[in-house]
């Protein structure tokens, strides 16, 4: 996690390059919350007592922020985004995905089957190998490994 940095000659929380972008990405991925000294709030303790330490589901919240507002970016790797979120900022995330994303390509690595859904294309790994590949619907389709893996999941939210 960041500092504040310098910014316009003023200490200030800037997750990103302007304050423009840093206000726009709290506010689009649902990181509005009370802090002690608003926009010049530190992130930490280290440097300031006020500083506020952020739980893992908040860390994970900007960092996915920051993606969000990298938009020079071709590219996206997000390695298990939710793992620390809770069930409904998890599915706030999904339903945002798209345009979080933009027009850039992106890699959803995840264990959590259930997040593959809105993916256009899943790739399917075992023993180090890519072993099927397609869309959700296909794959559950072809009832191989990952219809397989899929329904283990799916099992413990049924009854």
């Known amino acids: 996690m960041g500092f504040a940095q310098k910014y316009n000659g003023d200490d200030s929380l ?9 206000k726009k990405c709290i506010r689009n991925l649902g990181l509005i919350m009370q802090l002690p000294k608003q926009y010049q709030t530190f992130i ?9 330490e952020f739980s ?3 860390q994970q919240k900007i960092a996915l922020a920051r993606t969000y507002c ?15 979120l809770d ?27 259930a ?3 809105f993916c256009d294309k899943i790739a399917v790994i075992k023993d180090k190998r890519i072993c099927e590949f397609g ?3 296909e794959l559950m389709q072809g009832k191989g490994y990952y219809y397989t893996l899929y329904n283990m999941q799916a099992s413990y939210y049924q009854q």
């Open 14 to 22: 800037l997750l990103f390059n302007s304050r423009k972008a840093t």
């Open 44 to 52: 930490t303790k280290q440097f300031d007592e006020e500083g506020v």
């Open 56 to 58: 893992g589901g908040e």
């Open 70 to 84: 990298k938009t020079q970016s071709l590219i996206t790797i997000l390695d298990e985004p939710t793992s620390a």
């Open 87 to 113: 069930p409904r900022a998890e599915y706030a995330l999904y339903q945002e995905f798209n345009d979080l994303i933009g027009a850039r390509t992106a890699f959803f690595i995840s264990h959590r089957l």
């Open 115 to 117: 997040s593959t859904k």
């Open 135 to 137: 869309s959700h619907a």
